[in-house]
């Protein structure tokens, strides 16, 4: 059973969040959060697989996600937002594992939630043109000494192996999109992970999208 907390600060959207993961079977609400102070809590206590946040119009879901992001056991995190310019940078860059549209919750929640899960990261359609510039500037432009290291010992095929990886494809996805075998991608993402420090897809892509890295 994946576990998931909702969190809002708008009564509302919290009701649609646990509609929506009602219709997942095998995933179960543990509670609601209204605030930092609440979902820090309930991530205490509660231990849940996955928190998914409402970002809100003034981005105060942002700095719950970066508190929550910090705790050393901290469960995966789904954000929720409109698209808008810059916000899939700082979600990433606030420690999210994904990024869904408002308008895609209804097709993707539930298996943006089961995708984090298995240590993907997984973004909706309406923010694919956003994440696919983005990564390709961060792959291609190294903004930072340390970041640059690591990226320029990467071949040419593993930049474009890495820039879809970041933006969430699978190895098969990759695979087809570059004209190779799925073991082939397999391998060069493995290369990837190695030369860059990351365990993980997820982290991959945090090291793209870094705070540390300078806005397109």
């Known amino acids: 059973m994946i576990t998931v907390l909702p969190v809002s600060g708008d009564r509302h959207v919290r009701r649609v969040l646990r509609e929506h993961l009602l219709g997942g079977p095998g995933i ?8 930092a102070a609440t979902a820090r809590e309930h991530v205490r206590v509660l231990l849940p ?20 992001g910090q705790e050393m056991d901290s469960p995966r995190i789904l954000l929720v937002g409109a698209p808008q310019d810059r916000l899939t940078e700082v979600a990433i860059s606030s420690g999210a594992s994904g990024l869904l549209s408002v308008n895609s919750l209804h097709k993707d929640l539930v298996r943006a939630v089961r995708a984090v899960t298995a240590g993907h990261a997984f973004f909706s359609s309406e923010m694919t043109r ?13 903004c930072v000494p340390a970041r640059r290291t690591a990226l320029d ?5 593993q930049h474009e192996v890495l820039e879809l990886l970041a933006t969430g494809m699978s190895n098969a996805e990759i695979a087809q999109s570059l004209g190779l075998r799925t073991g082939t991608v397999k391998t060069h993402v493995s290369q990837v992970l190695s030369r860059l420090g990351a365990h993980n897809r ?15």
């Open 28 to 35: 179960n609400t543990v509670a609601e959060a209204w605030d």
């Open 153 to 157: 010992t990467l071949t040419g095929r």
């Open 202 to 216: 997820v982290e991959a892509a945090r090291i793209v999208f870094g705070p540390h890295a300078t806005a397109p």
């Open 49 to 68: 697989d996955v928190v998914v946040i409402y970002t809100g119009p003034g981005g105060e879901g942002l700095a719950i996600a970066q508190e929550i």
């Open 130 to 142: 956003d994440i696919v510039e983005l990564a390709s500037c961060r792959v291609w432009t190294p």
